[in-house]
């Protein structure tokens, strides 16, 4: 079974300007998470789908983050404009459903580096 | 809102020891679900073993065992017989069974000198 897959693997940019973030999560999983993990640091849930409809995204910084999940598959996460402080590895996980005990699979995330 | 906290943000273990790395976690909900996650350098998320909050007996998976204290809300891993393989950074985590949110705690970076 194919896993998660992400890309990019690697994206450098300058403060301001705008990035978007690719997520393939893996066949027939309801729920998608987005984390942003800073160096060193425990990764912070940004944003959680089930399906297309967001379940959980009280930490995502709205103006200037936002992420969508067409037609319950793929999902994006964009950044406009983008901040020193964004410069973090940015991790994308699904589970077959969010309820009880699923399994969440990990990709192998995108670095941002923000100069 | 649930948390998590790991307090140990460095552990060494010499090869074949035994190492206990600790989490404590906060939550008011009845059904949910405790792991340990695995990073590392290459930064695939790995499942090392879970634990189910109903369940009473203690996961184990091979060398990984937790100690799981339910009153004290007390979640630790302890790895036996240590190898280099293990050396990576481990993540506490937090599943809800009712909303499906998973949160991690800050981690703790296990080295193992051989």
Not at chain 1, 46 to 64: A, C, Y
Not at chain 1, 67 to 75: H, I, N, P, T, Y
Request: glycine share 6%; proline share 4%; with cysteine.
């Amino acid at each position: 079974e194919a896993g998660v897959a992400q890309s990019p693997r690697y994206k450098i940019i300058e403060k301001r300007q705008s990035v978007a973030f690719w997520c393939n999560p893996i066949s027939g999983h309801a729920t998608l998470y987005w984390y942003q993990q800073i160096l060193g640091q425990g990764p912070k849930l940004l944003i959680q789908f089930q399906n297309n409809g967001v379940v959980d995204d009280s930490q995502l910084p709205k103006d200037r983050f936002s992420a969508e999940r067409l037609k319950g598959v793929d999902s994006t996460l964009k950044i406009q404009p983008a901040k020193l402080e964004d410069s973090a590895v940015y991790l994308c996980a699904s589970s077959l459903d969010g309820g009880g005990y699923t399994e969440a699979f990990f990709g192998q995330g995108t670095r941002l580096t923000v100069v | 809102a649930q948390t998590v906290t790991q307090s140990q943000p460095e552990m060494s273990v010499q090869e074949a020891e035994t190492v206990t790395l600790s989490c404590t976690y906060d939550t008011s909900e009845s059904d949910y679900y405790l792991f340990w996650y695995k990073q590392p350098p290459s930064r695939q998320m790995i499942l090392v073993i879970r634990q189910e909050a109903y369940k009473q007996q203690n996961a184990t998976e091979n060398r990984f065992s937790v100690n799981f204290q339910k009153a004290a809300k007390s979640f630790s891993l302890k790895i036996s017989d240590s190898q280099l393989g293990d050396a990576a950074m481990y993540f506490c985590a937090y599943h809800s069974g009712n909303t499906g949110k998973l949160i991690f705690g800050q981690g703790t970076t296990l080295q193992v000198k051989p």
